[in-house]
């Protein structure tokens, strides 16, 4: 079992959609958790960070269950230039371990 | 400011062949990593410094595959020799110290290996 687990998707939706990823992770001493974008061909960069609280940055909604071992990022309102694969990310021991991604394809 | 900086942007050896990789942090990063990403997955980590320090290389195949920080700044990553399924991305990433902090990437090195 992989320790970090998303949907490999592709999404394919409409402008405007809303969209939600999920993840689960296995390793309950994870101590942060992230999700990072990556363009297609490019290097990843850290979207945003995922508190237990929940957080929202814009358009972008992160969430946490510790009890669960679960994170979820919601886009609202996709965009166009939402295509990317958003990687879900945890960090143990200043390690990230990165799940597979999933694929998002946003259609005018 | 200049990012993480990794040369070259792309190699083509063949297999049995030696090759290497180049990684520049970010200024005043003591933080550096080496990831591996094949096709449709997410990076995997390989060797992380602390410095020229080596903390975790748990991940590095040893058989084949090397690295060095000498000075605590430039890192170079080698495999010799090169097999087939070495071919992927190789991705340098950098952070300051502090657990938790965001890590940078650079554009990374796509190895093809034939």
């Known amino acids: 079992r992989k320790e970090v687990e998303q949907d490999p998707g592709p999404f394919n939706v409409p402008e405007g959609a809303t969209v939600a990823f999920n993840c689960t992770y296995s390793?309950?001493?994870?101590?942060?958790f992230f999700w990072y974008r990556q363009d297609c061909r490019k290097e990843p960069k850290l979207l945003m960070s995922v508190y237990s609280s929940g957080n929202e940055d814009g358009r972008f909604t992160a969430q946490l269950n510790r009890a669960s071992q679960y994170i979820s990022l919601l886009i609202r309102d996709s965009k166009l230039s939402d295509s990317a694969t958003y990687l879900c990310v945890v960090s143990q021991g200043g390690k990230l371990i990165f799940g597979q991604g999933t694929e998002l394809s946003v259609k005018p | 400011e200049a990012g993480v900086v990794q040369s070259p942007r792309y190699k083509i050896i063949e297999k049995k062949q030696p090759v290497a990789f180049w990684c520049n942090p970010i200024?005043?990063?003591?933080?550096l990593y080496w990831y591996r990403q094949n096709l449709g997955q997410g990076p995997e980590l390989l060797i992380r410094?602390?410095?020229?320090?080596?903390?975790?290389d748990s991940q590095l195949p040893k058989d084949r595959f090397s690295a060095e920080r000498l000075k605590g700044v430039d890192s170079t990553l080698k495999i010799q020799p090169a097999e087939l399924g070495d071919s992927a991305v190789y991705l340098c990433a950098s952070s300051l110290s502090k657990p938790g902090n965001e890590q940078f990437f650079g554009p990374g090195t796509r190895l093809t290996v034939l």
């Open positions: 410094y602390e410095n020229e320090e080596a903390v975790d």
């Open positions: 200024s005043g990063h003591n933080t």
């Open positions: 390793n309950s001493a994870s101590q942060s």
